[in-house]
């Protein structure tokens, strides 16, 4: 993820150009710039097919058209953006009163079990996070005790693999009387909160922007860009090239701005720093319940984005 100083005009802009989005932008805008090239010079040498007779209003009401669906297709894509960041906001708070709860009801010389939690309550969103990256490794995950871990393995969806060790071994607490019946009801709100999570990230990487859609704005996009240079290669000549290169570098690259945030949950720049939240929750359970962490542990919970000043 980037982050960047609103003043910071000239550094924000150069950077942005050095990330794999800009790139494809810029390759798609250097195709638009041979065809355009391709039809101006063959416009004014050798054919007459200008488009003469168009009213300029009607060019005007496509353009209108077309930015309206963009900025539809671009909010459409950071209201998902946001609320997986609402939904891991989520999982941190409820992470961190877990861990808050179980300091309270355990004992100061319960080492075993307040080491148990800890770690169970980090390997959440560690697990969520590479379910939602498709990437099944349990090598991220702490080893809660003896065979856990391999346990987890067994299961297709390992967060809720997690989720369950933490249900079993809550009910064993509770049926040893360690945990009173109030302590038991509000404890499971925190524990039901994880699968919710869960479901809401699973809903916004499983469900994207309908197809036809999607392929619907880039076929105007498509029409919109090919037909231009017809209509205003009569008033602008040879400036119709840079006009329409620059039209095109707008409408594609808020179309693939759109493409890039709709799931914030994959590895390019602008995704949610998953790595790092994950981190963060490990870092404050431990803290919490206090169990020694490395300081290296703690370092790498700190914000390992892009800084552009």
Known sequence: MIIYKGKGWIAAVWHFHTGPTAKALIKRVAL???????VTVAELNFSDLRIKDTPSSFLQAMGILLSL?????TNSAYDRFYEGRIAWGTLINNCRNMAIFFNAVLDQDNVSDRLFFAKTISNFPFALKNHLRDSPGLDELD????GERRDLSNF???PSGVSNQLWVKTESLYRQGRISDSQHINLNRYLSSLMDVCGICERIKNTPIPFSYNLFIKLFILLYVGVLPFTVVEVYGYLTIPAVMLTSYVLVGLELIGEEIEDPFGLERNDLPLNQLSQLIRVNTHDILQIYLPHVEKEAAKPGFTIVT
């Open 32 to 38: 638009v710039g041979v065809y355009v090239t391709i």
């Open 143 to 146: 080893e809660t005790e003896e």
């Open 156 to 158: 297709d969806h390992v």
């Open 69 to 73: 669906l963009l900025i539809f297709r």
